[in-house]
């Protein structure tokens, strides 16, 4: 993501308080506020210094719980140990154990976040965080012998920032935790989730050479899959891991964003604070057909993979008069969503964040991001919310959205109402991107035990071998007693035919 798709995204956020302002321009340590740094607690933009605020079973001094006696766990959330065989593994509800990192292994450098907060966009594991280890009494569990899933925090983002490589830092994270614990090795990582927020997500991360890495779930924003190394002429082709580029569909999971003032955004938007909504269900916006604003970057076709700069030569600089394809910031920007039919959702230099603002602030999506899974694409019916069309079909964008009858369209916006919550995390604002973490993990929990065969480890290779078979098994009686695959049969139909061979 650009610093121009950045300005974007603080666009579409509600001004900043005066004395907040004041308060951020003081550059203070990690865990201490103030204008002269003299109070122990958030930086600006940040939840809490620590987790949870340590539950309030402990003090935090610059990013790390100081637990009372009896307590421990990176929030002072545990109290009690577990030996082996102290519970059946979970098998028909969720149940997620984190592990514990030492500090120097996965922890946050004060260079990053105590002095990078305008980056919140890429901080949606921390406030997973957040909800997650307040979720004892539905997810979470301090069992790992009764879970079915396991969180590693490994703090990717604070070691990449957003354009950097999760590689090395999230090997020697998984290295420690399979010589560790017990768990990783049983289902060799199938079974274990890690966050990567950053702008290519695992990409740069090796294939079959490092299968202790490729299976663990990862949980990203920029869900690019290239079956069989498909090459595309926009340098992506390049990465190490062609065979399923950066995201495997039956294994990772495509999370929606976070940025700072989703909240706010979507209480103007659907009125949730008692004022009159700006978004309107039944209304037909009516200023232009389609609008765009951000970054471009001409001469660099990786970005977006080709299609900002595609579409700016097409429709920009006002080629097009009811098409806005604006290069830099927008006035107004929150206003010129609410006044487009559509808006444009394409990548960046790895995932996108309009997506959401759309979602929230009640613009029908046009996503063109070939092979690009979105947030939460195995639950969401995205045909009932937006438009999606391949990059090849840019020069007959116009006509085509011209093409779809009002009533269609109004349907489109009645998905937007329906379906927003699931791109917001504050919870406040009634958002649900959480609980569909949550189902998604769930949805991956089924899939993984297909690859295991030991039973006590919660495999199920062994009966998915006999469905198959089972199957296999029905298909061959259909073909077999089907009037018109009888009628068809040569004079040679023999044993080998029958069976499929």
Known sequence: MSAVDAAAAAAATAAVPAAAAAAAAVRCHYGFTGERCEHVGANPGHQ??????????????????????????????????????????AVHKLRVYAYDLPWELAYQPEYHVGWRDHDQIYMAWQVFGELFFNDSSTVRTDNPYEANMFYIPAMTYAYSSNLGDTLVHSKRVIDYVRTTWPFFNRTKGLDHFMWLTNDQGACHWPGSTHPEMANVIKVVHYAWHNPLGKSIP???????????????????????PYWLNQAGVAAAAHGLQGAKPTFDVKAIPAERLLFFAGGIRHGDPSYSHGVRQELHTRFGRGQHPNITIHEGRFENYSAALQGSKYCLAPSGHGWGIRLSQYMIQGCVPVIIQDDIYQAWEDLLPYADFSVRLPMSRIAALPELLASIADADYLQLRAGVAKYWRAFVWDRAAGGMAYDFMMASLQCVAKYWRAF??????????????????????????????????????????????????
């Open 48 to 89: 809490h210094a620590c987790w949870n605020n340590c539950q309030g079973r402990g003090v935090c001094r610059r990013g790390f719980c100081h637990c009372q006696k009896g307590w421990w766990g990176k929030d002072c959330g545990r109290s009690r140990a577990f030996g082996a065989h102290s519970a059946r593994r």
């Open 234 to 256: 926009t340098g992506w082709n390049r990465l190490p891991n062609k065979h399923w580029g950066c995201f495997h569909p039956l294994r990772d999971i495509s999370a929606a």
């Open 452 to 501: 295991v065969w030991d039973r006590a480890a919660g495999g199920m290779a062994y009966d998915f071998m006999m469905a198959s078979l089972q199957n296999r098994m029905l298909r061959l009686q259909a073909r077999q007693f089907h009037p018109l695959q009888q009628q068809q049969q040569p004079a040679g139909y023999g044993v080998a035919e029958q069976r499929g061979l």
